[in-house]
């Protein structure tokens, strides 16, 4: 009898544990944009801070390619070629290949280290390194301690993107998440226009302020980031990774999350990580390429890896030292280069409203077929190298270029990186994503100074057919493989991965998840009638 009685109070409780997964499954979709932030706004709060700690990856990826065209700056560090100061072709393919060499060993132990000790500690690490390399670079007068600086800061910029995508994916409310993961993107657009202004406003110096006023500024974005760093709650979905639930009550609370609205997400969390254990057997680097995981793999990192085949390497690092190769002054350059970031942080602010109202599936299609049209184009005018006019569409094109790419594919890719990953591997999915795509960059930056350089190949901008060829190939595989994830909750997405649900289908489809959660909410408003 005892063991009846046991054995009945257990499947009741199981059946309540149910119940509350599918009304917190129901309710992220009942919560719209506004109340969401109402009730949740610390929840939004802190994943908008992480949003902030990436403006330490987005700013010194991007000063790299700044100081490139500042004359102080190449007198110091080059050689005088044709009566002009030029940057030694195997230093400028290291200060860019370096640090992205770095990020991916960066990327990958960030990612084992937040499974392992947590998200907050390795960005609190990542943070000290930071602060090292920035130093070095600051107080740089020659290219291997320059070099030096770059590289050392590699670790913690790759550390920092991959932990900070993977928080903000954990943390915030599901009708944000698209909107908090394009964020990602704005502040890749950001950093580079801070770095624009400064270098407007200083890059004509003859003094070493002309550069060094760029990394100093980086202290800036540091300090502010360490001011809050420590009351960062940690993730409560790592905590229940690790079955400490009562910790991953507390962080839900400094959330926003009380009472009965906690206790049903972290119901919601038990069951969909309970659920995700049953398609993996561990959470090592190696689980992601197993069974239906290596679909969600490589789902997740393709649009950051199109990223890299998609030209944003030349268009971002080399769109200052064309400008000027083309013929206009330093000084129209570095403002031509302020044009360029605003149209990005305007691309970037549109695919807020657009990945929501498009889908992730839509916008990142199209956008890449735009940015092949346009690099094709591109590339044409440059072939007329001697026509003043092709020149200047040429740069007007690379304009464009940045305002469509941050529209679509360099801020949608952050959404499916955070979304479409299983729970228990979303930091090792993320870090092989970023890891991967700083791969192919750092392949860019061997390899494009030797095709643009006018010592070298002397392709200029006609770089862009490359690009153009190689994004005809990235559009076959969206158009066959990637999914429409917007508006579906953890849960109902490892459902439809685990049933292999083709990819064109997603969007239409109605998981159990989300039809249990249906019911349960109208069992409950009978319940209350």
Request: with cysteine; hydrophobic share 45%.
């Amino acid at each position: 009898m005892e063991r009846q009685t046991s054995a009945s109070l257990h499947e009741e409780v199981g059946a309540e544990a149910d119940r509350l997964a599918h009304l917190g499954n129901q309710e992220e979709h009942e919560l719209g944009k506004y109340e969401s932030l109402k009730r949740y706004p610390k929840a939004c709060a802190w994943a908008l801070f992480a949003v902030w700690y990436v403006l330490l990856v987005s700013f010194e990826n991007q000063a790299s390619g700044n100081i490139l065209g500042i004359p102080t700056f190449r007198q110091d560090f080059g050689y005088l070629y044709n009566g002009k100061w030029t940057l030694y072709a195997n230093w400028q393919s290291a200060f860019s290949g370096a640090p992205l060499a770095s990020a991916i060993i960066g990327c990958f132990g960030g990612g084992a280290l937040a499974d392992l000790v947590g998200r907050k500690p390795v960005l609190i690490g990542a943070m000290v390194v930071s602060y090292a390399a920035i130093t070095m670079e600051f107080v740089a007068v020659t290219n291997e301690v320059f070099f030096g600086g770059k590289f050392l800061n590699g670790f913690a910029t790759g550390t920092i993107a991959t932990v900070c995508v993977t928080y903000i994916g954990e943390v915030a409310p599901l009708a944000f998440r698209g909107i908090f993961t394009c964020l990602v993107g704005f502040s890749y657009t950001l950093g580079p226009l801070t770095s624009a202004l400064i270098v407007n406003y200083t890059g004509t110096s003859t003094t070493r302020w002309a550069y060094r006023s760029v990394f100093c500024a980086q202290y800036g974005f540091a300090f502010i980031a360490t001011l809050f760093i420590f009351f960062m709650p940690e993730s409560p979905w790592w905590l229940m990774s690790k079955d400490r639930s009562d910790a991953a009550a507390k962080n839900l609370n400094r959330l926003g999350y009380t009472g009965a609205a906690a206790q049903t997400r972290l119901v919601v969390m038990q069951k969909t990580l309970e659920k995700s254990q049953l398609e993996t057997a561990g959470a090592t680097y190696l689980e992601c390429f197993r069974k239906n995981n290596l679909r969600r793999t490589l789902i997740s990192i393709a649009p950051k890896c199109m990223q890299a085949f998609s030209g944003i390497t030349f268009a971002s690092s080399y769109a200052t030292y064309y400008i000027q190769l083309a013929g206009y002054s330093t000084e129209d350059s570095f403002k031509l280069q302020i044009v360029q970031q605003v149209v990005s942080m305007i691309g970037s602010m549109m695919s807020w409203y657009l990945v929501d109202r498009m889908g992730r599936r839509d916008l990142t299609f199209y956008g890449l077929l735009s940015l092949t049209v346009i690099l094709l184009v591109c590339g044409g005018c440059a072939t007329a190298s001697n026509n003043p006019a092709a020149i200047r569409a040429t740069v007007a094109f690379i304009i464009l270029y940045c305002w469509m790419y941050n529209v679509s594919i360099g801020a949608v890719a952050f959404t499916v990186l955070a979304e479409v990953s299983t729970p228990r591997l979303r930091a090792k999915t993320v870090g092989i994503g970023l890891a991967v795509v700083n791969g192919l960059n750092m392949m860019w930056s061997f390899v494009l100074p030797f095709l643009f350089n006018p010592d070298k190949a002397n392709l200029g901008a006609k770089v862009a057919f490359i690009f153009g060829g190689c994004s005809v190939l990235c559009l076959t595989y969206l158009y066959f493989q990637l999914p429409e994830t917007a508006g579906r909750t953890f849960e109902e997405l490892d459902e439809m991965f685990q049933k292999g649900i083709p990819a064109r289908k997603f969007k239409g489809y109605k998981p159990e998840a989300q039809a249990l959660g249906e019911i349960a909410r109208e069992a409950e408003k009978g319940e209350k009638t």
